[in-house]
C-alpha cells in the first residue's frame, strides 16, 4: 500500500488474495490457478523459489480435497475446541508441556473432543491418493513446468508478474539458468507479463533477515514489496 498510495493520485482498491502454500513447486501452479479460476483476478502475481520446496500436493494430502476440491476443516475445529477446554485457550494448546487450567470434566471431555479431531484428520489422511516426492532437479521440466502456468495465469488475469528469488544453492542456479531466459523472451513479446528478478537484492541474502530457515522478515519484506509493487504498478498503467 505504500508502494500504491502515492500522493495526489486516487487510492487504489486493491483486494489482495494469497493462495500459495509452503513448499509448492510449479508443477502445482496451473492447477490452482484452475481451480480457483471463479475469482476472476485482474492480475497473478507468481512468487517463485526456484525449486526450493517439494511438499506433497493438496490432493495427496487430503482424501476430501482430492473428491471435492474443499479443505475439511471439522478435525481442526474439534481439535482446537480440545485444547480450549483443556487448556483455556487454544494458543496454549500449540505449546509444549502446557499444564491444564480447566477443572477435570473439561479435561476430560477436551480430550475426548481433540482425539476425534485427530482421528478424522488420520482418516482424511489414509484416504489421499499416494504421496508421491515433488523435486524441481530437471531445470528444463521445472522451466517448461513454470511457463505454462505463466500461460494459463494470462488466459485468467489481465495482467502477470512473475517474481523470483535469489539463488542460493546449486539447484536455484540451475533453474534460474534454464527459465529466465525464456521468461524474458516471453516478456518480449508479451506487453501483459512482467518479470521481476530479486537476485540483485543482497539483503534477501542476509541471515538476520530471516524468521526462520527460508521465510523472509523485517527490511527484506519491505524491499521484496518495494520491487514487486512498481511491477503491478506498472502493468496496470499500460493495460489502461
Known sequence: ML????????????????????????????????????????????FDDLGVGGSALPAERSGLFARTGYWPALPVVLQEKGMLWRFGSVRAGYVRGSSSTSGIVRQLAGTGVQFAGRALSRVDRVVAGQSAPHRADNPERYATDLMQAVDVALAHARGVVVALSPTESPLQSANAAAVVPRLKARAATAKRLRVV?????????????????????GDAIAAVANRIAPAVIDLIGDLR
Open 197 to 217: 528478478d530479486l537476485s540483485d537484492l543482497p539483503l534477501l541474502l542476509e541471515a538476520s533477515q530471516r524468521l526462520d530457515d527460508w521465510n523472509y522478515g
Open 3 to 46: 508502494a500504491t498510495d502515492r500522493p495526489g493520485r486516487p487510492v487504489r482498491q486493491v483486494v489482495p488474495l494469497t493462495l500459495a502454500w509452503p513448499g509448492a513447486l510449479p508443477d502445482s501452479y496451473v492447477a490452482t490457478l484452475e481451480h480457483f479460476s471463479y475469482l476472476a483476478p485482474d492480475y497473478i502475481c507468481f
